[in-house]
């Protein structure tokens, strides 16, 4: 009996040992640090970012992609999280770069986290949307997600879709955009898009009390650091850019582009139905933005006195 129970612990030890190495290499394979490596600490089968008083910390894909999902499990700052801000986010890099944005601005003990979402197009950014959550994100792991493709950007929680960027172009049976006379400026008015430029997945977790808690009232209070964002997993299912190609090699964009949606069913997030909302993904858009946004820049006039081209139609 003493034997037996002496083999069962062994065994036990060394799945968790296993486990350990598998958790590391399940991130290892996706990311690696970006900067202040040591703020970058796995614990067990997470991965967590922290922010002290000496530094932030991030992680940023070891590939590039051009479409695809990408999508982390994550349990934001448990307590007083005022001034801290936890990002996940895509961008492409450059003086043109595209970038899509999920930031999290934290709060004192109790009070609700808000989600702001944005979006850069040829480095131009100024989209902001913001909402609150249907729970409390510090105290379970929830899924946030970035699905684009040519024809949409959508930002999901939960697999509910909480804001949706269209390619108006390419959207069936209605082209209001297409340049065909009547507009003198169209270029002014058809709502941009972004471009095929592959993009890295990053994370981050830094101090913004100058502007994330209460428009900036709140400040971070240092004696509750270090604080952290853990990850239970990462994942980009995307068209992997070459390694080795510039990010405007033409072969890898026809590559990832393709000519065909969801060509040889490889590409599921480029398949006809991924190209707009489903109907109950339709219903559950309205129904998070009718509970939970918070700040839609199209309706605010302060800021844009001439409605984005965008948001025409809202
Ligand atoms: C077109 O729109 C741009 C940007 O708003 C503006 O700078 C330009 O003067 C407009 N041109 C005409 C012909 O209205
Ligand atoms: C927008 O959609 C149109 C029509 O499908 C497509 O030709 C165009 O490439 C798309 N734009 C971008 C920037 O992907
Ligand atoms: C923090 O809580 C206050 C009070 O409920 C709320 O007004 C604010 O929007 C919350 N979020 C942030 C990031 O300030
Ligand atoms: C990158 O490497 C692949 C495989 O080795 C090769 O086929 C391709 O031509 C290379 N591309 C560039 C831009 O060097």
Redesign the pocket.
Known sequence: MAAASLGVMVVAVLLGAAALVAAAGKFDDVVQPSWANDHMVYDGDLLKLRLDANSGGGFVSKNKFLYGKASADLKLVPGDSAGVVTAFYLSSGGDKHNEFDFEFLGNVTGEPYLVQTNLYIDGVGNREQRIDLWFDPTADFHTYAVLWNPSQVVFMVDDTPIRVYENATSRRGHHRHASSGGNSNTTSSTPAFPGPQPMAVYSSIWNADDWATQGGRVKTDWSHAPFEATFREVRVDGCAW?????DS?A?EVARCTGSSWGKEGRYWWKEKEMSELSVHQSHQLVWARAHHLVYDYCVDTDRFPVQPPECAGR
């Open positions: 070459a390694g080795n190609a510039s090699d072969g």
